[in-house]
């Protein structure tokens, strides 16, 4: 079975560039998490889609972030425009469930973003 | 609201000696609590995890935790470390009964394993 597919796996840009990252989930695997985990902390979840629907965007700064999952498989994460304090791996995770998710979730490798 | 508390954020031991990574937690209700690990460049991994099943629960490579609901506390155990378990883990602590399906993660304890 292949796992969560992430890229890039590294990003390197200029404050107030854009950037947009890439997540494919597990085949079958209703749930997607986008995380953002910055040096030093555990991940932090930004936003939860179920199929194709937003079930939690509480903590994802919607003024520069942005995600979308049009067709309930595979996900975009966007910041425009990008801040120092973005500097950070972004994990997207998932699982076949919200309720399977609470039990256990599948991570991707991440894509490290450093912004300069 | 849930959280977790990890006690120690580096803890270095010997290779062949026990290790013992700490982790105390906050919840409303009756939670489910992990433990994953993640490797320099790797995405996070899951060891274990207790649902209210066995308070003692035993996970992959050789590690186990034990779910203390009087102590609050899900600390990680392993009888003798190995080179290959120098990582960086993190408690987490989910509470599906009081209708929270969020994964909060601690703030991890990086593992360093002395030949």
């Known amino acids: 079975e292949a796992g969560v597919a992430q890229s890039p796996r590294y990003k390197i840009i200029e404050k107030r560039q854009s950037v947009a990252f890439w997540c494919n989930p597990i085949s079958g695997h209703a749930t997607l998490y986008w995380y953002q985990q910055i040096l030093g902390q555990g991940p932090k979840l930004l936003i939860q889609f179920q199929n194709n629907g937003v079930v939690d965007d509480s903590q994802l700064p919607k003024d520069r972030f942005s995600a979308e999952r049009l067709k309930g498989v595979d996900s975009t994460l966007k910041i425009q425009p990008a801040k120092l304090e973005d500097s950070a791996v972004y994990l997207c995770a998932s699982s076949l469930s919200q309720r399977e998710g609470t039990v256990g979730q599948y991570f991707g490798p991440g894509t490290r973003l450093t912004v300069t | 609201a849930q959280s977790v508390t990890q006690l120690d954020s580096h803890v270095s031991v010997s290779e062949g000696t026990p290790v013992l990574l700490r982790c105390n937690y906050s919840?409303?209700?009756?939670?489910?609590l992990f433990w994953y690990v993640q490797h320099p460049n790797k995405g996070l991994q899951l060891l274990l995890k207790y649902t209210s099943a066995a308070t003692l629960v035993k996970g992959i490579n050789g590690f186990e935790a034990e779910f203390k609901k009087s102590e609050t506390s899900f600390h990680l155990t392993k009888p003798s470390a190995h080179m290959s378990d120098a990582a960086e883990y993190f408690c987490?602590?989910?509470?599906?009964?009081?209708?929270?399906?969020?994964?909060?993660f601690g703030k991890g304890t990086k593992l360093s394993v002395i030949p």
């Open positions: 987490v602590v989910s509470d599906p009964g009081a209708g929270s399906y969020q994964l909060t």
């Open positions: 919840s409303s209700y009756s939670p489910s």
